[in-house]
């Protein structure tokens, strides 16, 4: 079976935000007397922005003690903080590796996907000057459920016009590998800890075309996707 699609998160494997992420959701629970380190923001990787306030809540005892709107006038207000922290970036904020990567996988006539929770997608494409290389982008306003649940792989293999088995997906996030694993995709885990990606590398500048060609190939046998 030929590899028709490549699909790929965006914080973490086209750049990295989490320290904006994470700077922001700090100020965020500081105001309302929660104090959250980066180890803590780590886990928040691949969740989206209301289900991250629900953990934080809960991890300063406070999970009931928010009103519905107070809960989203919370992550507003934390998202502007992040939007503000998002025009410093640029084309030399892409990950190692990524700009190189993407002409290649455009000269080999696969196609490229982006599926991220995060509702800034398409404004961080355009700061790295990177949207043109995308084929279709999912995000959290074309879906119901956020990782670890496949629905926004399955919907940017659905935008590109090819079903899972022939499309690959590459994650930082363990909640996104579950994702990808569960869509019926081939999984890239960028990260020594994603031991459930089917193929495991600890950085992005050890992401070639030619090695995950190659992957496809040892991977996907002659099969017809139906």
């Not at 989490?18 to 959701?25: E, G, R, T, V």
């Amino acid at each position: 079976m030929m590899l028709k699609a490549i699909i790929f998160d965006l914080d973490g494997v086209i750049t990295d935000t989490a320290h904006l992420h994470f700077l922001a959701w700090r100020a965020v629970a500081a105001k309302i007397g929660i104090t959250i380190d980066e180890g803590f923001n780590a886990g928040l990787k691949g969740i989206s922005r209301m289900d991250s306030l629900k953990r934080i809540l809960r991890h300063g005892g406070l999970e009931n003690a928010f009103s519905q709107e107070e809960c989203r006038r919370l992550a507003l207000e934390k998202n502007e903080l992040y939007v503000q922290s998002l025009r410093g970036l640029n084309s030399h904020s892409l990950l190692p590796g990524i700009a190189q990567l993407l002409a290649d996988i455009r000269a080999a006539n696969v196609r490229i996907g982006l599926a991220s929770v995060s509702l800034n997608a398409p404004a961080i494409l355009a700061s790295l000057g990177i949207t043109h290389a995308f084929d279709f982008c999912a995000d959290a306003s074309l879906i119901q459920h956020s990782k670890p649940h496949p629905e926004i792989f399955l919907t940017a293999c659905r935008g590109l016009g090819f079903c899972p088995e022939q499309a690959m997906g590459i994650e930082d996030a363990q909640a996104g590998v579950e994702a990808i694993n569960a869509a019926g995709m081939l999984s890239v885990g960028i990260g020594d800890d994603l031991t459930d990606a089917d193929l495991q590398l600890s950085s992005t500048d050890e992401l070639t075309w030619q090695r995950l060609s190659d992957f496809w190939d040892a991977k996907r046998g002659p099969h017809v996707c139906l």
